[in-house]
């Protein structure tokens, strides 16, 4: 069923990811700079 | 497939949502991410209290600006109604598919924020309540439990995977809301005004386009659908092959069973994720500042969610139920040695211990939906899902209590600061033995409350034939 060559393109998963995943690694990026200073 | 609601046409119908021949289940996660990400801004809404308690006066607060503790409560009818409404709306959830509960979690959750903007401009902290605790707490139950359901059904080989990448996002919500919203209110703010409205209207446009994209996504997958290369589990008589009907799940011993030890794993997290920054600067007084501890809490926040996506993952190659033996033990271990950390001066010591506890505080979360398949079938869990998180609720008053009673009453009654949470770690550590001892008792779900006939309705459990007659 996921091999259907009339599904889901590559590009459509691509974007869906990077959606969601652009904004959680920055906000996971922001959180580990933070969690540095136990280290200062 | 079709009942109840879900048997209208629309857009939003659950047969609309059908996947066609072809769609990737990959795109799920991303659909779920969508809302969880924004609902999980629930865990960063402290950082509008302290702004919102200086609207009036700006530089500081003024004689009929709000307290601390009247805004505390925003955060409480929140959390008590995604409790609630999770238990409530499950059914419909379940039956009306996964479109249409995005879709109105995404109403609700933008028309929270909304509200509460015109309750800041007009000072009205009941609009507040009203806005974010009532109709942002329904979002958050439906926003919750939709997606986690969605996914159990189209990763039956990888379920625990599958919704730990979900609330993996709940948790990580708070990492992109806490810089944004800070960020925000600094470009809204002025020398005479805090700007929480504006920051407030803008968190509602952004979180209602990304939940609708996700409700755009977002598929259920056909009838009877089985991955490419499915094998189905070897005869485990703790995965069931049966489905069990919402209500009848309640009338099961394992369901309250799972409900302690998922009260149990949260009481001991949330006691110590509100309060982890005060608790290690007054065990190891001198030696961790308050920036240090803020580091502290940003460090237990990353491990609360990646031990989401891991507890849970593991939990597919060694089972829910050993996952939660896990949890009871360690937990009893590690809260027995944290008051030793603190005698001995272990900073390293007290903050790997914490680290631990937190992540399997995430992972309980992240594992119970697949635990609940595995006891009570896909069909209904999302809604049974629902009604488990009342344990949520439950836990989100004992923790605290737990914590600062205790303390409070220590340190009245000259215990020194640096001692005043050991009897607490105690307590907590006794609670995992409750939890290992009811997760024991967790056995495959009597034959008598499996549904035999979908589709006629016909030799469902009692409360299900009640329901439907």
Known sequence: MENDTNGTTTLQLVLAWGFVGIPLVWGVFQTLLNALKLFQ | METGSGGGGGWFSRARTVARPGFSRWMVPPAALCVHLCIGQAYAFSVFNLPMTKLIGISESAPDDWKLTELGWIFSLAIFFLGVSSA?????????????????????????????????????????YLGYGVLGGIALGIGYISPVSTLIKWFPD??????????????????????????????????????VMETFVVLAVVYFVFMVVGSIIVRVPPADWKPEG?????????????????????????????????CVNTTAGIGVLGQASAMSQEMFPGHITPIAAAGLVGLMSLFNMGGRF?????????????????FMTLGFILYCLVPYTGSVGSIAGFALCFLIIISMYGGGFATVPAYLRDMFGTRYVGAIHGLLLTAWSAAGIFGPVLVNYIRQYNVAHD???????NTTMYIMAGLFVIGFICNFFVKAVDARYHMKDEKTGTALGAAGEAARA
């Open chain 2, 415 to 421: 215990v020194p600061k640096a001692e005043a949470y």
């Open chain 2, 230 to 262: 499915y094998v189905a589990p070897r005869e485990n008589k703790l995965i069931s092959k049966n489905d069990v009907y919402v209500y009848d799940a309640l009338r099961t011993p394992q369901f309250w069973l799972i409900w302690v030890v998922l």
């Open chain 2, 158 to 195: 990888r379920p625990g995977m599958a919704t730990g990448m979900a609330i993996m996002g709940f948790g990580g919500g708070a990492f992109i809301a806490s810089p944004l919203s800070v960020w925000l209110m600094g470009k809204f703010s002025s020398d005479s005004h805090i700007g």
């Open chain 2, 88 to 128: 409530v709306f499950g059914r419909w959830v379940e039956e009306g598919g996964p479109r249409k509960a995005m879709f109105t979690a995404a109403c609700c959750w933008a028309g929270g924020f909304l509200i509460s903007a015109f309750g800041v401009s007009i000072h009205n902290l009941w609009l507040i």
């Open chain 2, 310 to 326: 891991a507890w849970a993952t593991t939990s597919d190659y060694v089972g829910r139920r050993n996952t939660y033996f896990v």
